[in-house]
């Protein structure tokens, strides 16, 4: 079975300051995938990243990053420079990528993390 | 533009009755999901759609039921027999179920408030 936690439920910040999301999976699946998703308050989710089990090397874009660390079965996800609009649930998700696996093409989210940007 | 239509957003029912929520999607992809929200819980899968005429259980599927007669339209029921239906509803597609690759589209989702 796959499984993912994100241990942060609320996160707090004020403008400008960096924040990390982090994100631990469990599976048993040698290949698999790894999302970001981020939902405002508008409630429809918005596809950020996504990631092979293959590809550790971390990713930049603007002011989002993210940390794939295999041997620590972590997907890390950084904002830099944190706006107000960056103010949602963000949420990490598993794949298995394996045809005769239970959990092919379906995704298993994590619990959310609420962040919440002062300005 | 293409996009999933998710209606109505907001839904009250009285304990015992049937209701179904609307999902209908015109970026032409095969494959149809709806899960459900809870506060703390993050989104658990309820049932799925590979192709018209086909759908499976997905992790909470009891006290639900789904048709995918159409491709664009994959609507939900939530039956008298489900016990705690008050939660926020989300539908999606993906080109495909395929290798785990694919980027699901989200609607905006159905709040349904059991009274």
């Known amino acids: 079975a796959q499984k993912v936690t994100q241990a942060q439920t609320e996160i707090s910040v004020v403008e400008k300051e960096d924040v990390t999301l982090d994100c631990v999976y469990e599976?048993?699946?040698?290949?698999?995938?790894l999302f970001w998703y981020k939902q405002p308050p508008s409630g429809e989710l918005v596809f950020l990243i996504r990631?092979?089990?293959?590809?550790?090397q971390n990713e930049i874009s603007g002011r989002y990053s993210w940390n794939f660390q295999k041997s620590t079965s972590s997907f890390n996800f950084t904002i830099t420079a944190s706006q107000v609009v960056d103010s949602a649930v963000y949420f990490c998700?598993?794949?298995?990528?394996?045809?005769?696996?239970?959990?092919?093409?379906?995704?298993?989210f994590g619990q959310g993390t609420i962040l919440t940007v002062h300005p | 533009d293409g996009g999933i239509t998710q209606s109505p957003k907001y839904l009250f029912r009285k304990e015992g009755q049937n209701v179904t929520l609307s999902c209908e999607q015109n970026?032409?992809?095969?494959?149809m999901y709806w899960y459900r929200q809870d506060p703390g819980q993050g989104l658990r899968l309820i049932y799925y759609s590979q192709i018209v005429n086909d759908f499976q259980k997905g992790d909470i599927a009891e006290g639900y039921s789904v048709s995918r007669e159409k491709k664009e339209s994959f609507p939900l029921t939530v039956t008298s027999a489900q016990k705690n239906p008050t939660a926020f509803y989300l539908c999606?597609?993906?080109?495909?179920?395929?290798?785990?690759?694919?980027?699901?589209?989200f609607g905006a989702g159905s709040r349904l408030t059991v009274l």
């Open positions: 599976t048993r699946d040698t290949t698999y995938y």
């Open positions: 990631r092979n089990s293959f590809d550790e």
């Open positions: 970026l032409n992809h095969d494959a």
């Open positions: 998700a598993l794949s298995g990528s394996y045809a005769g696996g239970t959990s092919y093409g379906k995704l298993t």
């Open positions: 999606a597609s993906s080109i495909r179920i395929g290798s785990g690759a694919n980027v699901l589209t």
